[in-house]
């Protein structure tokens, strides 16, 4: 896979579609070494993150784009993070024996797609999970609540990496298609997109699986763009985060320890943190009181 931690448009001459491809190694492999996965976890973590990547590379704010899946089921939560900046994170919280497959794993639960600008407003889009892919899902999403026609492919190879492919007919194309021709390209292009293989989808570089798919068209390739993985956590979130509980439990909560100990579980990284670093952010005026308490386990976003 020579296209490796990185994301590539393409474009249809003439045909009003739109396509991406990412190739996902170490940055993958970075998000998962930290943390027991099971190898059907590991599937999905992955899959989230090429999906992720795949989304995240429409958004043009300086934000985030995160995807992410609540159930009843051995997996509780799945959780992938794409920023402007093509970083990449990911966490899952699991237990049991973790069977393979969407439904086995999450159970009874809904897909929330979040776009989240740095300053400004957060959107957030749901849908139940009743299909049995999460690329399935996906493309429901799209399709019912976007009105955009979409098609995802997403495979993992455990240990190793994630790769997927997005088509997506361009918005407003319909306006002009009297004679049905859009439909029929658009599912000529899936229908070919559809005979590609997990294998290939992981094996063969961007340039040879779109000669593969589609050399008889006409397809335009943009310049790739690096990801990484990289956590958005950091001392100076961290005692904003601890700030917002509010001076009375921050005063209850160092009655009893030296420091407040705050784990992020995208990276494992550990804040110390004592009641006088706490105090600059004290004397902020939006500092409002919340029931939260801190824990080792509290997850940063």
Same mark, same amino acid.
């Given at each position: 896979?020579?296209?490796?931690?990185?994301?590539?448009?393409?474009?249809?001459?003439?045909?009003?579609?739109?396509?991406?491809?990412?190739?996902?190694?170490?940055? %993958?492999?970075?998000?998962?070494?930290?943390?027991?996965?099971?190898?059907?976890?590991?599937?999905?973590?992955?899959?989230?993150?090429?999906?992720?990547?795949?989304?995240?590379?429409?958004?043009?704010?300086?934000?985030?784009?995160?995807?992410?899946?609540?159930?009843?089921?051995?997996?509780?939560?799945?959780?992938?993070?794409?920023?402007?900046?093509?970083?990449?994170?990911?966490?899952?919280?699991?237990?049991?024996?973790?069977?393979?497959?969407?439904?086995?794993?999450?159970?009874?639960?809904?897909?929330?797609?979040?776009?989240?600008?740095?300053?400004?407003?957060?959107?957030?889009?749901?849908?139940?999970?009743?299909?049995?892919? %999460?690329?399935?899902?996906?493309?429901?999403?799209?399709?019912?609540?976007?009105?955009?026609?979409?098609?995802?492919?997403?495979?993992?190879?455990?240990?190793?990496?994630?790769?997927?492919?997005?088509?997506?007919?361009?918005?407003?194309?319909?306006?002009?298609?009297?004679?049905?021709?859009?439909?029929?390209?658009?599912?000529?292009?899936?229908?070919?997109?559809?005979?590609?293989?997990?294998?290939?989808?992981?094996?063969?570089?961007?340039?040879?699986?779109?000669?593969?798919?589609?050399?008889?068209?006409?397809?335009?390739?943009?310049?790739?763009?690096?990801?990484?993985?990289?956590?958005?956590?950091?001392?100076?979130?961290?005692?904003?985060?601890?700030?917002?509980?509010?001076?009375?439990?921050?005063?209850?909560? %160092?009655?009893?320890?030296? %420091?407040?100990?705050?784990?992020?579980?995208?990276?494992?990284?550990?804040?110390?943190?004592?009641?006088?670093?706490?105090?600059?952010?004290?004397?902020?005026?939006?500092?409002?009181?919340?029931?939260?308490?801190?824990?080792?386990?509290?997850?940063?976003?």
């Amino acid at each position: 896979m020579k296209n490796s931690d990185q994301i590539q448009g393409f474009l249809f001459e003439n045909l009003n579609i739109r396509g991406q491809l990412v190739h996902l190694s170490e940055s %993958f492999l970075q998000a998962i070494k930290l943390h027991d996965y099971p190898v059907s976890v590991q599937h999905l973590v992955g899959e989230f993150m090429a999906a992720a990547a795949l989304l995240g590379s429409a958004v043009k704010f300086p934000g985030t784009l995160s995807i992410q899946a609540q159930g009843t089921g051995d997996l509780s939560l799945v959780l992938a993070e794409c920023s402007s900046q093509n970083s990449l994170r990911a966490i899952a919280r699991w237990k049991g024996l973790c069977e393979e497959g969407l439904a086995e794993l999450l159970g009874a639960g809904q897909l929330s797609i979040i776009m989240a600008t740095d300053k400004g407003p957060r959107y957030q889009g749901v849908v139940p999970l009743e299909r049995p892919q %999460f690329s399935q899902c996906l493309e429901d999403y799209f399709n019912k609540s976007e009105q955009i026609p979409t098609r995802i492919w997403l495979n993992t190879k455990p240990q190793s990496g994630a790769s997927g492919l997005l088509l997506q007919k361009m918005p407003g194309s319909d306006l002009d298609d009297i004679d049905g021709s859009e439909m029929e390209n658009w599912n000529r292009i899936c229908q070919l997109t559809d005979t590609l293989t997990h294998e290939e989808l992981q094996q063969l570089d961007n340039e040879q699986l779109l000669f593969r798919l589609y050399h008889e068209e006409t397809v335009r390739v943009f310049t790739p763009e690096p990801l990484i993985f990289q956590c958005s956590c950091s001392r100076e979130r961290t005692l904003e985060s601890l700030a917002s509980l509010g001076k009375d439990e921050l005063d209850s909560l %160092f009655e009893k320890e030296e %420091f407040a100990h705050v784990k992020c579980q995208f990276c494992n990284r550990e804040y110390n943190l004592s009641y006088e670093d706490l105090q600059p952010h004290l004397q902020e005026p939006d500092v409002t009181r919340t029931t939260e308490k801190p824990n080792p386990n509290r997850t940063l976003h």
